[in-house]
C-alpha cells in the first residue's frame, strides 16, 4: 500500500524557514518522480516543486522560486522542501504526491497518483 506521510508544518513568523518532510512507503520511491502540491485556505490547489526520481532535476512555480528547495534522500524514501523567507500567503496546506508513471521526467506528463493528507503551514506574525 502506497502511504506517504509529510511533516514539517507549523506557524512561522514571515521571513522565517520550515523544513517539511514526507515519508514514503509502500512503492519504490527511487523510480518516481515527486512533487508538493499546496492549498491555501478557501483555494485550489497549487503546484509548488517537483523532482524527478534521480534528484538531478527540479522544478519550481514562479510564486516559490528562489525561497523553496526540493530535495530528496531515497536512501531513506524521503522528500523533503526547504523553505526559506515565507511570506503570509505561503500560508497553506502542503501534500506531497507521486508520480503515477516511472521514468516520466518531473511527473508532468502523467500527473501524480498518491497523495499524502498534508501538513499545515501558517506565516504569521
Known amino acids: 500500500e502506497v502511504q506517504l506521510v509529510e511533516s514539517g508544518g507549523g506557524l512561522v513568523q514571515p521571513g522565517g524557514s520550515l523544513r517539511l518532510s514526507c515519508a514514503a512507503s509502500g512503492f519504490t520511491f527511487s523510480s518516481y518522480a515527486m512533487s508538493w502540491v499546496r492549498q491555501a485556505p478557501g483555494k485550489g490547489l497549487e503546484w509548488v516543486s517537483a523532482i524527478n526520481s534521480g534528484g538531478g532535476s527540479t522544478s519550481y512555480a514562479d510564486s516559490v522560486k528562489g525561497r523553496f528547495t526540493i530535495s530528496r534522500d531515497n536512501a531513506k524514501n524521503t522528500l523533503n522542501l526547504q523553505m526559506n523567507s515565507l511570506k503570509p500567503e505561503d500560508t497553506a496546506v502542503y501534500y506531497c504526491?507521486?508520480?503515477?508513471?516511472?521514468?516520466?521526467?518531473?511527473?508532468?506528463?502523467?500527473?501524480?497518483?498518491?497523495w499524502g493528507k498534508g501538513t499545515l503551514v501558517t506565516v504569521s506574525s
Open positions: 504526491a507521486k508520480g503515477r508513471v516511472v521514468g516520466d521526467g518531473l511527473g508532468f506528463y502523467y500527473g501524480m497518483d498518491y
